[in-house]
């Protein structure tokens, strides 16, 4: 148990464009949704905190008007970067939170944007 | 705020062999979860330990084990019988227990495993 999944796996865009990427838990319900960028060699870094049916709580210096997060279900969260430009490009991944249990986090395996 | 340290940029070891990774963390909570993750090449995420803060008793899944000295704030992770699909980087991270807390990672160590 404890799978999620993301959807694109990667995606291409070109500059100003938008892009949306879903974050499912397959499983079990996720009461928050945590979603992360990675540069390469680079650890994780928290973008934003998502809890079902409230707005999402992003970490300083991360633009809630261009990284727009969506929790609408205890299944789904979606991240969309509008207006997509080249700095941009990265991997981004999501993680779920069960509803009931362990505080134990479950990683998607993550959506590698490239805006050209 | 919490810390996580991870001292050990890259590390090599042996197939068959036992490994220890390192990593500090500093805080000032006493309820909390520490655990190490791995990446492998295809980048997905895996947890392979998770600590309580209040266990004295460290944790072991199979081939993974853990020294956790809580007044050192010091979380280890040994690999016995390293095998080639341990290649991954290692991540250690901090979380503080509660609803909606979030985790804290270490810089990582790149762990190769060579035949």
């Known amino acids: 148990g404890a799978v999620v999944s993301q959807h694109p796996s990667w995606v291409i865009c070109k500059s100003g464009t938008s892009v949306k990427i879903e974050c499912r838990s397959l499983?079990?319900?996720?009461?928050?949704m945590f979603w992360y960028r990675q540069f390469p060699k680079q650890s994780l870094m928290l973008m934003a905190t998502s809890n079902e049916g409230s707005k999402a709580t992003y970490e300083q210096g991360v633009e809630k008007d261009k990284f727009l997060i969506n929790h609408a279900s205890l299944t789904l969260s979606t991240l969309t970067v509008t207006s997509a430009h080249p700095e941009d490009s990265s991997f981004y991944i999501c993680?779920?939170?069960?509803?009931?249990?362990?505080?134990?986090?479950?990683f998607g395996p993550g959506t590698r944007l490239t805006v050209l | 705020a919490q810390t996580v340290t991870q001292s050990q940029p890259e590390m090599s070891v042996q197939e068959a062999e036992t490994v220890t990774l390192s990593c500090t963390y500093d805080?000032?909570?006493?309820?909390?979860?520490l655990f190490w993750y791995k990446q492998p090449p295809s980048r997905q995420m895996i947890l392979v330990i998770r600590?309580?803060?209040?266990?004295?008793q460290n944790a072991t899944e199979n081939r993974f084990s853990v020294n956790f000295q809580k007044a050192a704030k010091s979380f280890s992770l040994k690999i016995s019988d390293s095998q080639l699909g341990d290649t991954a980087m290692y991540f250690c991270a901090f979380m503080k227990r509660g609803s909606g807390s979030r985790l804290t990672f270490g810089e990582g160590t790149q762990l190769t495993v060579n035949p």
């Open positions: 600590q309580e803060a209040y266990k004295q």
């Open positions: 805080t000032s909570e006493s309820n909390y979860y």
């Open positions: 499983d079990f319900q996720a009461t928050t």
């Open positions: 993680s779920a939170r069960r509803r009931e249990g362990t505080d134990t986090q479950y």
